[in-house]
């Protein structure tokens, strides 16, 4: 008999959903920051989307979750921002503000925090 190459007869197809769930919070510095400093935000000082105050923060699911922040509608860089998720008198939102550089009184915080929860499922047709 030949050598030859089996191939298997089946067809899959698989599905992935990624399931985010984003939440996003506000808040509104009250004084101005002048670095090098650090502006601290505690979860209860924070909005939800309806308005909302003593909101939890949520934690970041491994390896599927980011958080962007943005001051005065700018973008912060990651390595300035430390988040600590959780509720009153646990949760926190700490912007180190380098040297040079300030945060004017009024500004607006918004912190995005994304989890994502993906499902996949493949149906095999032989």
């Known amino acids: 008999m030949a050598l ?41 000082d924070f909005m939800d989307d309806t308005g909302a105050t003593g909101v939890t923060l949520p934690a970041l699911s491994d390896e599927n979750s980011y958080l962007i922040v943005y001051v005065n509608g700018v973008q912060v860089m990651q390595d300035l921002v430390t988040y600590n998720p959780g509720g009153t008198g646990t949760g926190s939102l700490v912007i180190t503000v380098p040297e040079d550089s300030d945060i004017i009184a009024n500004s607006p915080v918004v912190l995005v925090v994304t989890n994502f929860a993906p499902t996949a499922q493949t149906t095999i047709n032989t």
């Open 4 to 44: 030859e190459i089996l191939k298997l007869a089946i067809n899959a197809a698989t599905t992935v959903l990624t399931n985010p769930d984003v939440q996003k919070f506000f808040y509104v510095v009250d004084t101005p920051v002048t670095g090098p400093s650090t502006l601290t935000i505690n979860a209860e």
